[in-house]
């Protein structure tokens, strides 16, 4: 029997043009003119539907590539623009950066195939010696990043990432090799406007001892997903995943993470907190998959998101599949409202109700970022997340 | 100073405080007694301005103004204190970060200048110093991971920065053991003068040996049922409430 045949609407079709001709791009465009692009009838979509935010066509792309902070003058920068691909700051010894017109796509699933075929070419970065100094990977509005990360065993990267478009679609594929006993640890940063589509998509493979550790902060866009899916390959290998959600008017975030245990005494931290209001939409997809080798893990998945007003929505999936016996497993979900008794208790004090609102969800939210080492890193998006309060609240 | 007249309220529709009156002057300490029930953190509850505590009748004025019709945060600013019987747990707020933020709302609502980062930590330190609050307790977010006791100490300690005018005491002797109990009325009796008001509410009289009240009331059955001096506490504590049970 053949497989009816798929329709597509005005925005998906301008989307397939747009990919260019190369390898990937054709891929990609012969796949999803067949499948059609990913939408609410796919359950891994069914909260985040690409093809209607895509129905219309795209938004030219608009916004700026930020200011890098000054807590990371020091960095190596970069810039993944809609003109090409470019490079600011000293580069030290031990990293090597090369293009690469065609490589094989690590990552799995439509926004993978997506994010590879509109990059014209990846970039390859090899850490053969720890980095002290951070690499800025700052994707520009409507442009495509594509890189390929690969960390020698014992060695050491701090890696910050930024979308920050305000209309258009920006897409990234980050493929990431973390060798024995290397750590990568990266902070990703998302904000995006009404107009703004952001797809992400992050697979990385942990060797032996080996940690990932990440970070992210997200305001959303009109869409916004950032995917990551991690496999703990190696003996001891480990992750620690935190992210953080902010949204208000009618943004849409959408944090969906896989990790696998492949080899046993791994260990995955995670955890994600959210706080909305108006008529945003988060959507945490958190799946952990213990596979039979995997004896002793210890994995722990949190997700608490606060509702700060009545049309906001939360879509929340956890998931835990465990085929070893002798592990450790946990995962905590809940969804609530600001503490009513909390926040007359502050009230007492003289602080007013606003004001009271901003401090509780900034402690909410900011347990989040405690696992960040990078000071500055950590004050940047503690001040981000400072500032949407003050707008969001007054 | 605090004057309260045939105050009603109710709470989820049923009428708990059933025409109190009251009057404290400058310069006195009151204490309310009373069984458990009665509506003692009721009335605390409802001078503050606590949801889901509604005033269906009645008045009460602090220095001649209108409570009532205030937002909690700004009876605060007017001066008005509770030491809560249940002090909340605030995670990820640092206690000098959520005193200062709340003594700068309070000057502010009441147009003056804010206080400067060097003055309140002096001020802060010198507070702590006659309270027992060490440097340790006020670099941890507010009340966690602390005692009963510690949780008191530490509401007494709030008291004593915010300077307010009218304090209520509700229950402040529960979770107590007697050292604590000492020290904590020592911060109290501080803060008595003779332009300051405070209503004690208290279960047991064991309070009113370190605190000192000007007069006691019984309350029972949503109403003020008896008053006097301190005698009154020492009788109730001899023949307990029974006697105020048709009073109700």
Not at chain 1, 104 to 132: D, I, N
Not at chain 2, 143 to 148: D, E, L, R
Not at chain 2, 215 to 234: F, N, T
Request: one cysteine or more; glycine letters at 10%; proline letters at 4%.
């Amino acid at each position: 029997m053949a497989l009816a045949e798929v329709r597509l609407l005005a925005g998906e079709e301008a989307l397939l043009n747009a990919l260019p001709h190369t390898e990937a791009g054709e891929a990609a465009k012969a796949h999803f003119a067949a499948a059609g692009l990913p939408n609410r009838r796919v359950e891994a979509f069914k909260w985040t539907d690409v093809r209607a935010a895509l129905a219309d066509g795209i938004a030219e792309a608009d916004g700026s590539a930020g200011l890098i902070p000054e807590c990371l003058q020091e960095a190596l920068i970069l810039d993944f623009a809609p003109e090409g691909f470019g490079l600011e700051g000293e580069k030290d010894q031990g990293l090597i950066i090369e293009t690469e017109d065609s490589l094989e796509l690590e990552g799995a699933g439509p926004l993978a195939m997506l994010a590879a075929g509109f990059a014209p070419r990846a970039v390859v970065l090899r850490v053969t010696q720890s980095q002290s100094r951070p690499v800025v990977l700052r994707r520009h509005p409507g442009a495509p990043m594509r890189v390929r990360l690969e960390l020698e065993a014992g060695t050491r990267l701090t890696l910050i990432d930024t979308g920050l478009a305000t209309a258009g679609l920006s897409t990234g594929l980050l493929e990431i090799e973390i060798g024995a006993d290397a750590e990568l640890v990266r902070y990703s940063l998302q904000n995006g406007g009404t107009a703004a589509i952001d797809f992400t998509h992050v697979a990385v493979t942990v060797a032996d001892t080996g940690r990932y550790h990440a970070i992210a902060l997200m305001f959303g866009g009109k869409l916004a997903r950032a995917e990551t899916q991690v496999m703990l390959a190696g003996e001891g290998a480990s992750c620690l995943i935190h992210g953080a959600y902010l949204l208000s008017g009618s943004s849409h975030a959408d944090m969906t993470t896989k990790v696998v245990h492949g080899g046993p005494n791994g260990q995955t931290r995670e955890l994600f907190k959210g706080a909305l209001q108006d008529r945003a939409r988060g959507v945490f997809q958190g799946k952990i998959l213990v596979e039979r080798a995997a004896q002793k893990t210890d994995a722990r998945q949190n997700h608490h998101a606060l509702m700060l007003s009545e049309g906001a929505e939360i879509d929340a999936k956890p998931e835990l599949e465990i085929y070893a016996d002798d592990v450790q497993c946990a995962h905590g979900n809940t969804i609530g409202a600001l503490d009513d008794q909390a926040l007359f208790y502050m009230r007492q004090r003289g602080i007013p109700e606003a004001q009271a609102k901003a401090l509780l969800v900034e402690a909410f939210v900011t347990e989040v970022f405690d696992a960040i080492e990078h000071e500055g890193v950590r004050d940047w998006f503690s001040d981000l997340a400072r500032t949407w309060l003050e707008a969001t609240s007054s | 100073m605090l004057n309260i007249n045939n105050l009603q309220v109710e709470v989820g529709g049923t009428p708990i405080i059933k025409g109190l009156t009251l009057q404290v002057p400058a310069g006195e300490v009151h204490a309310i007694m009373g069984p458990n029930g009665a509506g003692k953190s009721t009335l605390s509850y409802a001078l503050t301005g606590r949801d889901g505590y509604e005033v269906v009748g009645g008045t009460a004025t602090l220095n001649g103004e209108d409570l009532l019709e205030l937002a909690p945060e700004e009876r605060a600013a007017k001066g008005l204190f509770l030491s809560f019987q249940y002090p909340l747990e605030i995670p990820g707020v640092p206690t000098l970060t959520f005193l200062r933020t709340a003594l700068n709302a309070q000057r502010k609502a009441r147009d003056e200048a804010e206080i400067s980062v060097p003055d309140f930590m002096k001020l802060s330190r010198d507070v702590a110093k006659k309270l027992g609050v060490t440097p340790e307790m006020m670099k941890r977010p507010l009340n966690v991971g602390f005692s009963g006791g510690e949780k008191k100490r530490m509401e007494i300690y709030q008291m004593a920065l915010l300077d307010p005018r009218f304090m209520i005491l509700d229950e402040t002797d529960s979770g107590l053991d007697i050292d604590a109990l000492k020290v904590v009325s020592e911060g109290v009796n501080a803060l008595r003068g003779p332009d300051k008001g405070m209503l004690v509410i208290t279960h047991y009289q064991r309070l009113l040996d370190h605190i000192k009240p000007d007069r006691v009331h019984v309350l029972a059955g949503g109403r003020i049922v008896d008053s006097g001096g301190p005698e009154l506490a020492l009788a109730l504590e001899a023949d307990g409430y029974d006697r105020y049970k048709d009073a109700a």
